[in-house]
Structures are given as C-alpha cells and as structure tokens.
C-alpha cells in the first residue's frame, strides 16, 4: 500500500530535485516569480506584434515587464533569471496540424535535475497554426489569453492542485452563474464582437484546432468570459470540430434564464 501511495506522489506532483536534496514543487518555483520582470517576446509578425503593443500595457499586471525581440529571446532562454511570455506554435499529434499558444516560461538550462532547469508555467491554446493570419475570433481572444495566464499564475501561486494541474485545472464543466452572466454565444462573429465590446453579462463558447475537420486532432472546447475574460472551462475533445448538442443545450440554457 505504501509503496502504491508513493508512486501516485512520485507520478502526480511535479517536482524538481536538487543535488541538496531539496525538493521544489511547481507552486514553489511561481511564488518566486511575481517579483521578477516577464520578457514579452514580439515574434516579428506585424498582426502578433501590434496585438501585443497594444494589450500588454493595460491588461499586464501581474509582474513588470519589457518588450524583446526573437533575437534577445535566443540569446536569454537559457538563463533562469528571466521569465517569457510568447507565441509559440506546437505540432500536432499523428501529422494533424498544430496550433498557436500563448506561453508563459521561465528560461533556464535542459538540466532537469536543476532548480536552473527551464520550467514551463503555462500554454493557452487560442489559434490554429495553419495560417500566418488570424481570424477576426483568434485575435479578439489574445486580450482574454493574457488575463487568462495571469489569473493561473495567481491560483497556482496559492493551490498545489491548480499548479500540478496546468491547463487540465480547467478540465470542467463551466458554472457561469455567480459571475453575472446572461448570455453564452457559440457563433465566431457574434463571440468577437462579445470579446471586443468587453461584454460584462456575457460569455463566449470557442473551439480551438485545425481548421479543418480532422478527426485525429485534438480540439479545446472553451467557455470564457467576455468582460472578466474568466476562463470558465477548457476540455479536450479528440475530433471535437463541432459543439456537441448537450454543450449547446448548456450554453443556450443561460440565454433563456435557466442556466446555473
């Protein structure tokens, strides 16, 4: 039986051992970073990077910050002082299309075994990586990405579980009820305008993947907050291209007053 217990701790709690035999969880390692200054990487795309110009200075508020270029990022990414916030397009699975992230990282070396060692914080999902081009939705969402990272930074600061977790913190079925919200719109444009407007009493349905339908790829069905820009729920669908009906039955029940 201990030896059960000790290899659900062993595979659950992301750690990091040093040669003193001190052990720091992920949660240890964010407390350290809201006094640090995050580098916010311009990727030299003339769309991402005015985004980012623009957003950044009103919404960013969880540690200083500076602009850098890709250029600075390379020569920095190994050094554990600093801490990143970029773009970062990842492959797919089984040759299905990757997708457009939003990553939050502290940089550092490729030793595991070293309080120095990289540390991936977080990876929001918002785009697909197909296109060079946003959809009008996919940069609406940006703003929200950005409070989104935040906010998990703040929960796994103070709960091991939110930081063990990652991005599956939000594997849940979305309750909108105390927050105010009234309506829930599935449809891109309508979910954009939402997004822009900073609709308080509203949140969007998104589905992130390939653009294409692909039944091997791995699709994020998310319910945000259109003004808080709350990330409500974020669950993975394998082929998950469309809403199912029971999601819309949900997302509908709020705009009929029946919602929780």
Not at 16 to 27: A, N
Not at 202 to 212: C, D, F
Request: hydrophobic share 40%; glycine share 8%; proline share 4%.
């Amino acid at each position: 039986m201990k030896k059960t217990i000790t290899l659900i701790l062993v595979l659950l709690l992301p750690v990091l051992v040093c040669g003193q035999g001190k052990i720091y969880t992920k949660k240890t390692r964010l407390s350290a970073y809201v006094s640090k200054t995050t580098k916010v990487v311009l990727p030299g795309n003339t769309v991402m990077d005015a985004l980012l110009l623009e957003e950044i200075p009103h919404l960013w508020t969880l540690t200083p910050y500076e602009f850098c270029s890709e250029e600075e990022y390379d020569r920095l990414r190994e050094q554990p002082g600093y801490y990143f916030l970029r773009f970062v397009r990842v492959s797919g699975e089984e040759q299905t299309p990757g997708l457009l992230y939003l990553d939050l990282s502290q940089g550092g070396n490729a030793d595991r075994e070293s309080l120095d060692a990289a540390f991936d914080i977080i990876q929001i999902p918002f785009a697909s990586s197909e296109e060079k081009m946003l959809t009008p939705l996919e940069a609406a969402l940006v703003p929200a990405m950005i409070d989104i990272v935040q906010q998990y930074v703040i929960e796994a600061s103070s709960s091991a579980v939110a930081a063990t977790a990652g991005l599956s913190w939000y594997h849940r079925k979305p309750a909108l009820g105390n927050d105010g919200i009234l309506t829930v719109s599935a449809e891109a444009g309508t979910a954009a305008l939402m997004l822009e407007e900073g609709r308080e009493d509203a949140a969007v349905a998104v589905i992130v993947g390939p653009r294409e339908k692909d039944r091997k790829a791995r699709y994020y069905h998310m319910v945000i907050g259109a003004g808080n820009h709350k990330l409500y729920s974020c669950n993975v669908v394998k082929g998950g291209s469309e809403f199912s009906a029971s999601e819309l039955r949900l997302f509908s029940s709020f705009s009929d007053g029946t919602g929780d």
